[in-house]
Nanobody
Framework: VQLQASGGGLVQAGGSLRLSCAAS????????MGWYRQAPGKQRELVAD???????NYGGPVKGRFTISGDNAKNTVYLQMNSLKLEDTAVYYC??????????WGKGTQVTVSS
């Protein structure tokens, strides 16, 4: 499975960005796609994920501000990030999980929130 992410960049605090991640390759009907992030000096943490059945899960710091959605036909997941804060600055990694422990990571896209 290959993951192609896009949409990172520089935005002012309070602004919005939308990330997308498309999966290609051998895709099983049951899977979970999501986003993690890693800020300098910190551990990688869950931002949000969504199952192929539509169930979503959010990390505490982004609840109410970020929305994850998916398009199963396109094997693509989207992360709408609103009301961005300085502390949202990080490298965001797309993640894809299927089967028994088949876990894939995208290359990462930088999101920088400025004051």
């Amino acid at each position: 499975v290959q993951l192609q992410a896009s949409g990172g960049g520089l935005v002012q605090a309070g602004g919005s960005l939308r990330l997308s991640c498309a999966a290609s390759g051998i895709i099983l009907s049951t899977n979970t796609m999501g986003w993690y992030r890693q800020a300098p000096g910190k551990q990688r943490e869950l931002v949000a994920d969504i199952t192929s059945g539509g169930s979503t899960n959010y990390g505490g710091p982004v609840k109410g501000r970020f929305t994850i959605s998916g398009d199963n036909a396109k094997n693509t997941v989207y992360l709408q990030m609103n009301s961005l804060k300085l502390e949202d600055t990080a490298v965001y990694y797309c993640n894809f999980l299927q089967g028994l422990g088949m876990n894939y990571w995208g290359k990462g896209t930088q999101v920088t929130v400025s004051s």
